[in-house]
């Protein structure tokens, strides 16, 4: 019998459902600008705004990653490096859309009224958040819990073979070991120790 049983992997965690992933990713990502918002100031005050602007909007694009794997999607585990240049360019994606419905306003209306831009703005805003919101759970954090799942029950078949290819010592029997053949359904036995064995004459 065996001493130790082998850790399986353990199931994954449950995925939320689309309206509490998307009400997650409306809090992360308006909290995350919110801090944004005042971190630029406080950093203006020693560094060009440019360049404080670009730091804080780095930061908060890998921190909303950050939280939108572990808390608004559920996947269980830090996302890596591709999943942040997924994340990125699907902001990068939605700031190129809110920016591109501006211009069109004011090709259409150069003067525009405080309303119009106002309404053109955060109606781009909002479509580019739900298309981004789309694109994380569909695409960058879709299959990350059944692919790491697969993977860890690889490993876990893998080292099962290892395991019954090895060594495996007798019960009750100290000085016998099983010896895996090419057969793994015929073994042979052998001593663990060399023993004396006499040739008849």
């Given at each position: 019998m065996e001493s130790q049983c082998l850790s399986r992997p353990s199931p994954a965690p449950s995925r939320p459902s689309p309206l509490s992933s998307?009400?997650?990713?409306?809090?992360?990502?308006?909290g995350v600008g919110l801090l944004s918002s005042a971190a630029v100031p406080m950093l203006?005050?020693?560094?060009?705004?440019?360049?404080?602007?670009?730091l804080v909007t780095v930061a908060g694009t890998l921190l909303c990653t950050e939280?939108?794997?572990l808390f608004t999607f559920g996947t269980?585990?830090?996302?890596?490096?591709?999943r942040h240049m997924q994340s990125s360019g699907s902001a990068v994606a939605a700031y190129l859309a809110t920016t591109a419905a501006m211009f069109a306003l004011y090709a259409v209306q150069p003067s525009p009224c405080m309303f119009?831009?106002?309404a053109?703005?955060?109606?781009?805003?909002?479509?580019?958040?739900?298309?981004?919101?789309?694109?994380?759970?569909?695409?960058?954090?879709?299959?990350?819990?059944?692919?790491?799942?697969?993977?860890?029950?690889?490993?876990?078949?893998e080292r099962d073979h290892r395991v019954?290819?090895?060594?495996?010592?007798?019960?009750?029997e100290p000085n016998l070991r099983l010896i895996p053949g090419t057969d793994t359904g015929h073994r042979q036995v052998a001593p663990t120790h060399p023993t004396l064995v006499t040739a008849a004459a």
């Open positions: 998307f009400v997650r990713f409306v809090v992360c990502g308006g203006a005050a020693a560094m060009p705004w440019a360049v404080a602007n670009a939280l939108h794997a269980g585990r830090r996302p890596d490096w591709r119009w831009e106002q053109v703005y955060l109606t781009a805003s909002g479509l580019a958040g739900v298309g981004r919101f789309l694109v994380l759970r569909l695409f960058v954090f879709a299959e990350r819990n059944e692919r790491d799942q697969r993977n860890e029950i690889n490993e876990i078949n019954t290819r090895s060594e495996t010592l007798l019960p009750g």
